[in-house]
């Protein structure tokens, strides 16, 4: 979400190759949060620390780590903006943006949280479907909908899917290495 809304704000054009980005941020931001919860394991099956202590302890030695890889890796996708391939410097600025975002946002969410709790804001919302609303009603048909006639369920299913893949037929999904090559190369 940050990084495609940094794509609007940058005024850069969508292109295919910003899909890898998606991928890259998805195992970057699991690949971070293994790292802080392997050492907060660590941390209070060490001694009897308190869960709030082993996350200190968990931050302040991965923490560093963490920081540094980010630096480095979006110094690594930045030096993509020397390419004469305009869509890999786009792409360069793209996944920098969003690995910045993948290290930043949680941390600040959390400093959010913090803030939120110390003013004693009342945030606690029923789950989405579970309030009596518009969403409620939907689900609920749903549900009774699937016990009483679980067959002519399956059957709307499949029309959906048949027709959706009928669709995805007419979609045009050729691709060649020209599409790679700038459009105005420099001499």
């Known amino acids: 979400m ?4 940094a794509i609007g704000w940058f005024d850069i054009a969508f292109s295919q190759p910003f899909i890898v980005v998606l991928v890259l941020l998805i195992g970057l931001s699991i690949d971070y949060g293994l790292h802080v919860v392997m050492r907060y394991r660590e941390a209070r099956e060490s001694s009897e ?8 302890v968990a931050l302040g030695s991965a923490g560093g780590a963490l920081v540094y890889i980010t630096t480095t890796t979006v ?5 993509n903006l020397t390419s004469a391939l305009g869509v890999f410097s786009e792409l360069g600025v793209v996944s920098a943006i969003g690995i910045v975002a993948t290290l930043l946002v949680p941390a600040l969410k959390v400093e959010l949280e913090g803030v939120i709790e110390r003013r004693e804001i ?5 789950a989405v479907g579970t309030g009596g609303g518009p969403v409620s009603r939907v689900l609920d048909t749903g549900a009774t909908l699937a016990t ?6 399956i059957a709307v ?4 899917s048949a027709t959706g893949a009928y669709g995805a037929t007419g979609i045009d999904a050729s691709f060649g290495q020209s599409d790679f090559l700038a459009e105005d190369p420099d001499d």
């Open 2 to 5: 940050w990084t495609f809304s």
């Open 49 to 56: 620390t308190s869960p709030s202590r082993a996350m200190t």
């Open 75 to 79: 110094i690594g996708f930045l030096s």
């Open 122 to 126: 009342d945030r606690l919302k029923p």
């Open 148 to 153: 009483k006639a679980p067959y002519v369920v």
């Open 157 to 160: 299913a499949l029309l959906v």
